[in-house]
């Protein structure tokens, strides 16, 4: 679809989805970002916004010497990874709940953690350059350099998740997503606080969208912590992929992988638009510059993409992270019940208790409709259905 434009206060906002169907507060946000005087061009908001702290999710802010944490959001460097398997649908076996135990063994969920280091040279490389970098983080999490270490290669709960699935072609495919887990929330909200006590944030629209202004070493302090939590969330879903991949190579020993496609969707990147050097926060969005691979997923129980990006200058070569959700965690919990996720999850072994109750597919936007939406954005390469699904 084309984008529609709605007057902003500062800057326009150019939206891949129907202007009513923004929720009111969420387009308050949106409002309120398009005010910032750092905000360049315009606000480009994906076809899965929905309100988040501050900035919404589903939204791409471009600025001008500034980056909003808030803007970012609080699970720095959060993506997804997917790799497409040698298996075929044949090979797997007709009850899948020892996989989907199996791959719960090797990936603590939740609060969980691995009892000993759980990551390897065959994950990712200079493991030892990375984690005397933590050192150099803030000393407000110091503390937490343990827990940051028995966390790497671990899913957490919420909407992340690790799912075996199919293809239209019937291969079988890895696909999971997270972030930089406890240490990645901490660092966030140090700074989001840090930013909030500035002078010049003073009088802002919402203190959330506080900003760090260039050459200060508020930003400079920020931009380091930034960085290392993106490498660390990166870093996170390579372990988790290469332990899942362990558990199919024992369970099925002559699988092969095509080489993963990985894409965050809350950080910070340092690009040309439009003619200029901008910071451009992706806060559940993806880079969909020509030719980039991405990942845009649904619900636990619908399907999900994978993308080529089309390169839109308009969306400042982005393209949306998901279906995004259409209520609350809270609202969901009201609405739905444990027969209700029973039903629409059919056919796939994952939890069906009331803990996951609010990650029902029908908390969450029709994520079809969000391809379509964004169709001047990304083509498809792939559609993606899952048979197993693990939470935390």
């Known amino acids: 679809m084309n984008a529609t434009t709605i007057k902003g206060r500062h800057v326009d906002i150019r939206l891949w989805t129907r202007p009513e169907s923004v929720e009111a507060e969420a387009m308050r946000q949106l409002q309120n970002i398009?005010?910032?005087?750092?905000?360049?061009?315009?606000?480009?908001?994906?076809?899965?916004?929905?309100?988040?702290?501050?900035?919404?999710?589903?939204?791409?802010?471009?600025?001008?010497d500034a980056v909003s944490p808030?803007?970012?959001?609080?699970?720095?460097?959060?993506?997804?990874?997917?790799?497409?398997?040698s298996l075929r649908a044949e090979d797997l076996p007709a009850d899948l709940r020892r996989l989907r135990s199996n791959v719960e063994r090797a990936v603590p969920v939740g609060a969980g953690l691995h009892k000993a280091s759980a990551f390897t040279p065959r994950d990712a490389g200079d493991w030892d350059s990375?984690?005397?970098?933590?050192?150099?983080?803030?000393?407000?999490?110091?503390?937490?350099?343990?827990?940051?270490?028995?966390?790497?290669g671990t899913l957490g709960g919420g909407n992340h998740f690790i799912e075996i699935c199919l293809d239209t072609d019937k291969r079988v495919w890895v696909m999971l997503h997270s972030g930089s887990r406890g240490i990645g929330n901490l660092l966030a909200q140090h700074h989001i606080?840090?930013?909030?006590?500035?002078?010049?944030?003073?009088?802002?629209?919402?203190?959330?969208?506080?900003?760090?202004?260039?050459?200060?070493?508020?930003?400079?302090?920020?931009?380091?912590?930034?960085?290392?939590?993106?490498?660390y969330a990166r870093r996170n879903r390579s372990v988790m992929l290469r332990l899942v991949c362990d558990v199919l190579r024992a369970q099925f020993p002559q699988t092969s992988f095509d080489e993963p496609i990985s894409a965050h969707h809350n950080y910070v990147s340092e690009e040309i638009h439009f003619g200029e050097e901008v910071l451009v926060t992706?806060?559940?969005?993806?880079?969909?510059?020509r030719g980039d691979l991405g990942i845009i997923p649904g619900s636990m129980g619908t399907g999900s993409y994978i993308v080529r990006g089309l390169g839109n200058p308009d969306s400042f070569e982005s393209a949306s992270h998901g279906a995004g959700r259409r209520m609350s965690r809270t609202k969901a919990r009201r609405r739905f019940t444990e027969a209700d996720l029973a039903e629409q999850t059919a056919g796939v072994e994952c939890r069906k208790d009331s803990g996951v109750v609010d990650e029902i597919p029908g908390a969450y936007k029709?994520?079809?409709?969000?391809?379509?939406?964004?169709?001047?954005l990304v083509e498809i390469v792939a559609k993606l259905k899952q048979v197993v699904c693990v939470k935390g």
């Open 70 to 85: 808030a803007a970012v959001g609080v699970d720095i460097g959060c993506g997804m990874t997917a790799v497409r398997t």
């Open 130 to 152: 990375f984690w005397r970098t933590f050192e150099d983080l803030t000393p407000a999490v110091k503390a937490n350099a343990g827990r940051a270490l028995h966390q790497m």
């Open 366 to 376: 029709d994520i079809d409709e969000v391809i379509r939406n964004q169709d001047d």
């Open 34 to 64: 398009s005010a910032l005087p750092w905000t360049f061009k315009h606000v480009a908001v994906m076809p899965d916004v929905h309100y988040g702290k501050g900035a919404t999710v589903g939204s791409v802010i471009a600025m001008r």
């Open 193 to 231: 606080e840090v930013a909030r006590g500035l002078a010049h944030n003073q009088s802002l629209p919402d203190p959330d969208l506080a900003v760090f202004l260039a050459r200060t070493p508020q930003m400079a302090a920020y931009r380091h912590d930034l960085y290392w939590a993106q490498d």
């Open 282 to 289: 992706r806060k559940g969005a993806i880079r969909a510059g």
